[in-house]
């Protein structure tokens, strides 16, 4: 699913994240892969422009969609067997939404997200001009908007644990190449020329039926010759 993202409105946004909320509400909507979209961030003056062209509405709004004009628009593109290629554009205003936001008593970015999907379900054939039609569309929009924050707030708690466990074991060695490499060390005994270490009997002579020499002996610290990997 490609979903591309412009921001020429002036206002510094999270601009992943509103892409992540038009995407999450695609895939809630069974939209296909193949779709396209374009999502365009405006100054105050451009949306007050497209409000009064489009619509014939004067000043600025928060959000507007544009359709591609060859979506059948007697079939919503959520049908089975509907993906369309290109569904059109989502066009929002920062600047106005900023009011809203304080208003609604929460964030910038929270408004922009339930603008986008509200941008996703016009561009889907939802609507609000009539009372059954708002109903629909505000209660699909509500329980998007709510899986999708119930998502992002598990997908951050996943990112701080996999983050804390990165620390605790940095801490301790075990999280680089030279940890890898340890233990590897630990299951080989095998000298670094290939050769295998002499083998010693428990009654002190070696496979060969020889005694070990004095300096054999304080060498290997232990019968058996095993090593200390401790150091």
Known sequence: MSIEIANESGVVVEEASIVSAARFALDRMGVSQLAELSVLLVELDVMADLHERWMDLPGPTDVMAFPMDELDSARRPDAAGVGPALLGDIVLCPAFAKDQA?????????????????GVLHLLG?????????REMFTLQNRILGDFRTATVEAERLAAQRSAD????????????????????????SPADGTQPDATQPDGTQADGTQPSAAQAKDDGTPGGSTDHTG
Do not use: C, I, N
Not at 102 to 118: C, F, I, M, N, Q
Not at 126 to 134: K, L, R
């Open 102 to 118: 304080r208003k609604a008593g929460h964030s910038l970015l929270d408004e922009l997200h339930l603008l986008t999907v509200h």
């Open 166 to 189: 990165s620390k605790v074991l940095g801490a301790v060695g075990l999280d680089g190449p030279a940890a890898q490499s340890a233990t590897v060390a630990e299951g080989d005994e």
């Open 126 to 134: 939802y609507d609000h001009a009539e009372p059954a039609e708002e």
